[in-house]
């Protein structure tokens, strides 16, 4: 008999991807609101670190492995959120088969695990399933412009494939699944080498480097704080009943790199100047997302603007340089990709 916490009505949530930068917040924000947390990581990107002040948490419980060959739980499991998969190009572009295989066989696999525990499922897709796109601003019925051959392909194909598993367990009535299509997501927790553009950009102004532009900065990018994004997600993940089609999650503000890069040249105290390089294979030039259905359907939009979100995430690097977090080093899946540290995507 599956083990009940004593408490009946609060649920209990899988997290897969618990230690990462998002699925931390997500852990943190669901322990507050009286739930059980079950963290599941491989630390390929995540940290210990982010869950480290959880660990003595009555209500949680941490699962070092991998979803590919995640067995079941032995314990009541009410949902499941997947956050489980690199999401920056030098990361999952150092191993993309592996990167593939967790889009695909990993969110298969932990479908079979919802199913089995008649759980509510939310996938956590990406804004790159539209590609470079052609469309402007996203909505959720643009079908994208995406490439099936190039370097990104592991990632952008990978998340595409998983949201045609979840709504294929829709409509057979086996998984009650959610899809949210998350945008570019900031905030404190971010690795400093994670190759995201703010991340970089703050690394760069702090330890007095040059900021690296690549291209002529004139592409744009919408920037969502990471506890909006959480709130975005925990309210797809409840809303009753099932939208049936993928909700994206993200802020509307859109600003040039060239724009963000110039806050934080007047946020950091720095002698950085901006350098520019080649701007990368299939790196999208406009993202910003409609997010007319989430407005309607959760009631959500984001609250924090960028200036006081890019504030409290500076602070913390500047904190966190200082004192490195704790990585878990896998060797080979670690091992950085010959793709610069340029994203600028979600």
Known sequence: MLQRTRNENSKVVLVAGGAGFVGSHLCDALLAGGNRVICVD??????????????????????EADICDLHDIDERIDQVYNLACAASPPQYQADPVHTMMTCVAGTGNLLTIAEQHGARFLQASTSEVYGDPAEHPQREDYRGNVSCTGPR?????????????????????????????IFNTYGPRMQPDDGRIISNLLVQAISGRPLTIYGTGEQTRSFCFVSDLVAGLMALMNVDPNPGVPVNVGNPGEFTIGELAAMVLTMVPTQSKIIYRPLPMDDPQRRKPDISRARALLGWEPRVPLAEGLRMTADWFAATLHHPPLRVEHPVRHTRSNQPDLHQGA
Not at 42 to 63: A, E, K, M
Not at 153 to 178: H, N, P, Q, S, W
């Open 153 to 181: 392909a592991c990632y952008d194909e990978g998340k595409r494939a998983a949201e045609a598993l979840c709504f294929d367990m829709i409509r057979a009535e086996r998984v009650d699944t959610r899809v949210a299509r």
């Open 42 to 63: 491989s630390y390929l990107t995540g940290s210990p670190t982010n869950v480290r002040p959880l660990l003595n948490h009555p209500s949680f419980r941490l699962i």
